[in-house]
């Protein structure tokens, strides 16, 4: 299995990755392909697929923000089964980010991920692969030791029309295995910077991060 970055919306590669995000995601957590040329232009966004036999088997975004020093998994999808794709991903993903954290000169404090809430959420059957299962997601990275960060959590629809996207919880995963709380004037930097490509922020979204810019901290709790 090779592990491809994709820098163009004109790679083959794209078109095979933005498919697969199409068959797991529902439309709302989707960006449309063209809209990807620029994010994918930018060196501090990176995009990598799982290529087996020539097709995308599965995809990560992450980024890491070097004054913050933290990263963020944006999205892991594996597309097929009994590849050990996840292990893959998860293994490539670490490699990158301690060779990016190395020149920063320090180790990353953690990575934030969105994790959808299965007892909250409606219906994601996410394309009907079971390793994208809600609930198996949530308790797989309950065990690599992610945690929510408390506080009642929604996000911009990335189709950009304003609506607040809730059932997912902001998540964190504390490199250190230690902490029990992030200051939540980093949480609101990381937002605000994070979805500053969508103008049309909810209502509900700004409330949120009023409420939090009124706090000293945020709990790490279980998942």
């Known amino acids: 299995m090779d592990y491809i970055r994709i820098i163009s919306i004109d790679q083959p590669l794209f078109k095979k990755m933005h498919e697969l995000m199409q068959k797991v995601f529902p439309p709302e957590e989707v960006l449309e392909a063209a809209l990807w040329k620029e994010p994918l232009a930018d060196p501090g966004i990176r995009v990598y697929a799982a290529v087996h036999q020539g097709e ?26 009994g590849l050990g794709v996840g292990a893959f991903l998860a293994s490539k993903r670490m490699e990158d980010l301690t060779s990016l954290a190395a020149r920063n000169g320090k180790p990353i404090l953690g990575m934030f991920a969105e994790i959808y809430d299965p007892y909250r959420a409606e219906d994601h059957s996410f394309g009907g692969i079971k390793p994208m299962d ?16 408390n506080f009642p959590y929604v996000h911009p629809s990335w189709k950009n029309d304003g609506e ?3 059932e997912l919880d902001l998540c ?4 250190d295995g230690k902490t029990s709380s992030l200051p939540a004037s980093l949480v609101v930097t990381f937002l605000k910077r994070y979805y500053s490509v969508l103008p049309n922020k909810p209502e ?20």
């Open 56 to 81: 995308v088997v599965g995809t990560t975004e992450y980024r890491y923000l070097e004054d913050l020093n933290v990263a963020m998994t944006d999205f892991t999808i594996i597309g097929r089964e």
């Open 164 to 166: 607040a996207v809730s």
């Open 134 to 149: 809600p609930f198996v997601r949530r308790e797989v990275l309950s065990h690599l030791g992610y945690k929510k960060l």
């Open 172 to 175: 964190f995963l504390p490199f």
């Open 204 to 223: 509900a979204w700004q409330k949120m991060i009023q409420e939090l810019e009124g706090r000293e901290s945020v709990e790490l709790l279980p998942i």
